[in-house]
T-cell receptor
Framework: DQQVKQNSPSLSVQEGRISILNCDYT??????FLWYKKYPAEGPTFLIS?????DKNEDGRFTVFLNKSAKHLSLHIVPSQPGDSAVYFC??????????FGKGTTLSVSS | KAGVTQTPRYLIKTRGQQVTLSCSPI?????VSWYQQTPGQGLQFLFE???????NKGNFPGRFSGRQFSNSRSEMNVSTLELGDSALYLC????????????FGPGTRLTVT
């Protein structure tokens, strides 16, 4: 049973436009959500997070939105840059338990 | 400050053999977690060690085991290797036991033939 789902395996966006990566979850007990970025041959790098008590968190070009009623979160990247091309993982945490990751979305930003 | 290091980076083993992977966390970090990444499966949690004690365990068979030493370095062992164990094994460390502060190593690419 997949508790964290990233239904789009890939996304292609033009440089300068907005990238929107989506993530759905099933466990209403999750209290923290995170996005990680992964380049080939490297480990994932923490990007941005959001607590379940908030609905938006912004860090530079990256904004994460959380819709608890829909059990949905999204990562917005504006403007998208070629260097943003990577695999993006959504992850969720319930206090005291391990992080649960989605399967990832490969973002390709073309110039 | 040095990041998380994993050795070896690449490994080729034969079915039925066993393998030991090593992870050195960031200095001062006490929690080490292990993940398996396979194509199309994302990152699947194996186990977490904190101060030499296993705190959490994922849904993997008993062939997968781990340990943590007093200096926080960690090893994971896979016995009786199967073809399906071919994957990228990632180690992540954190200061305490907060998953959202995890820092990942580059991983060990294991190929089982």
């Amino acid at each position: 049973d997949q508790q964290v789902k990233q239904n789009s395996p890939s996304l292609s966006v033009q440089e300068g436009r907005i990238s929107i990566l989506n993530c759905d979850y099933t466990n209403s007990m999750f209290d923290y959500f995170l996005w990680y970025k992964k380049y080939p041959a490297e480990g994932p790098t923490f990007l941005i997070s959001i607590s379940s008590i908030k609905d938006k968190n912004e860090d530079g070009r990256f904004t994460v939105f959380l819709n608890k009623s829909a059990k949905h979160l999204s990562l917005h990247i504006v403007p998208s840059q070629p260097g943003d091309s990577a695999v993006y993982f959504c992850a969720a945490e319930q206090a005291g338990t391990a992080l649960i990751f989605g399967k990832g979305t490969t973002l390709s930003v073309s110039s | 400050k040095a990041g998380v290091t994993q050795t070896p980076r690449y490994l080729i083993k034969t079915r039925g053999q066993q393998v030991t992977l090593s992870c050195s966390p960031i200095s001062g970090h006490r929690s080490v977690s292990w993940y398996q990444q396979t194509p199309g499966q994302g990152l699947q949690f194996l186990f977490e060690y904190f101060s030499e004690t296993q705190r959490n365990k994922g849904n993997f068979p008993g062939r997968f085991s781990g340990r943590q030493f007093s200096n926080s370095r960690s090893e994971m062992n896979v016995s009786t290797l199967e073809l399906g164990d071919s994957a990228l094994y990632l180690c992540a460390s954190s200061l305490n036991s907060d998953p959202y502060e995890q820092y990942f190593g580059p991983g060990t690419r294991l190929t089982v033939t």
